[in-house]
């Protein structure tokens, strides 16, 4: 999720802002040694629903505090190794992507909402990359956890494409769900726990300013700049 490119990016923006930053290594460094989180069970009446879009640490923050969402989990999906680390990730090996588990309560939002709100936060157009990082762990999938979540995700990607807004196919991927193993700790809620060095990842990677180049005033009403 980081290259010296970015890292460069990141502090001659924050330096322009007048940040104080400690480290060359912001943003995207290498991880912390740390215990592995845990997915909360969802409660009685919840449902699961897997997104990958790119950098965790932004999906997440889309998702979280969005009434309806109950917890967002930061880890991976999509792969063939077990209880992978974010090393093995980072390689590209492992096939998994960088993809967050989004537990919600239908009667307050619905799956198709939930699509919505990844749909804005995500640039659909790139294979094998989002925004500033590069490599199959951050393309985009939406992974479907039954025949009802794939129905919903398939419509939704035809119409988008239909819509005829963007002058190239989507090739986000629909599949179905896979092990989802939760990220180090250290990830999780990484835009609360070190702003400063989110924040330089953020404008480092324009991420807000292809996010509206994209989905135009919309992507600000649905969060894309929070």
């Avoid at 999720?1 to 930053?21: D, E, H, N």
């Avoid at 294979?127 to 398939?154: K, T, V, W």
């Avoid at 190239?168 to 599949?175: L, N, R």
């Avoid at 807000?208 to 135009?216: H, T, V």
Wanted: net charge positive; with cysteine.
């Amino acid at each position: 999720m980081f290259r010296p490119t970015v890292r460069l990016a990141g502090l001659a923006t924050m330096a322009l802002l007048g940040i104080s930053l400690l480290s060359p290594g912001l943003a995207r460094s290498a991880p912390r040694p740390g215990v592995r989180a845990r997915a909360p069970l969802p409660a009685a009446g919840q449902r699961v629903a897997t997104f990958a879009g790119g950098c965790f640490w932004s999906m997440q923050k889309a998702f979280d505090g969005v009434p309806g969402v109950a917890a967002v989990t930061a880890g991976y999906a999509g792969g063939t190794k077990a209880d992978p680390t974010y090393e093995d990730v980072e390689t590209g090996k492992t096939g998994h992507a960088e993809s967050v588990e989004v537990a919600y309560d239908p009667a307050r939002i619905s799956y198709e909402q939930l699509l919505d709100v990844y749909w804005h936060h995500i640039d659909p157009l790139t294979l094998n990359s989002a925004f500033c990082d590069y490599g199959p762990q951050y393309r985009s999938i939406i992974f479907y956890h039954d025949a009802e979540q794939q129905r919903a995700a398939e419509a939704s990607k035809r119409a988008l494409d239909a819509s005829h807004r963007f002058a190239t196919p989507i090739v986000t991927t629909i599949q179905p769900a896979t092990p989802f193993y939760p990220a180090e700790e250290y990830h999780q809620q990484f835009y609360k726990k070190n702003p400063a060095r989110y924040q330089a990842y953020l404008i480092g990677c324009r991420r807000d300013a292809r996010l509206r180049q994209l989905w135009g005033d919309v992507a600000v009403s649905k969060g894309g700049t929070r």
